[in-house]
């Protein structure tokens, strides 16, 4: 029900534009958050928008770099990766909250997971 894509390999510096895809429910008034684990390490908070799409939410280590939003149709979220480090390495999973939890980082707030993109950033 959701799905990830545009990720890729990437040099220091570079962008990517990645894109979650939702069908099968009605997902433009659900909360949508980005996640991302590293080799080794456990999942972490990228950012998030909320249902109406009103209010953004991001990791201090993202903010400024990434943007994250919704497209015209509502049921696809994008996160634009802009200034990438090699720190960015990961897969990154898409999630969506349908019931309005507010609790943007804690990734067990999010019902619904896409199969994850995986990111590579080389220095």
């Known amino acids: 029900q959701l799905q990830a894509s545009g990720g890729g390999l990437v040099q220091a510096g570079g962008s990517l534009r990645l894109s979650c895809a939702a069908s099968?429910?009605?997902?433009?008034?659900?909360?949508m958050g980005w996640f991302r684990q590293a080799p080794g390490k456990e999942r972490e908070f990228v950012a998030a928008?909320?249902?109406?799409?009103?209010?953004?939410y991001y990791a201090d280590s993202v903010k400024g770099r990434f943007t994250i939003s919704r497209g015209n149709a509502k049921n696809t979220v994008y996160l634009q990766m802009n200034s990438l480090k090699p720190e960015d390495t990961a897969v990154y999973y898409c999630?969506?909250?349908?019931?309005?939890?507010?609790?943007?980082?804690?990734?067990?707030?999010?019902?619904?997971w896409g199969q994850g993109t995986q990111v590579t950033v080389s220095s």
């Open positions: 999630a969506a909250d349908p019931y309005g939890r507010r609790r943007y980082e804690d990734d067990k707030a999010y019902e619904y």
């Open positions: 099968g429910r009605t997902f433009s008034t659900y909360a």
């Open positions: 928008i909320s249902g109406t799409g009103g209010s953004t």
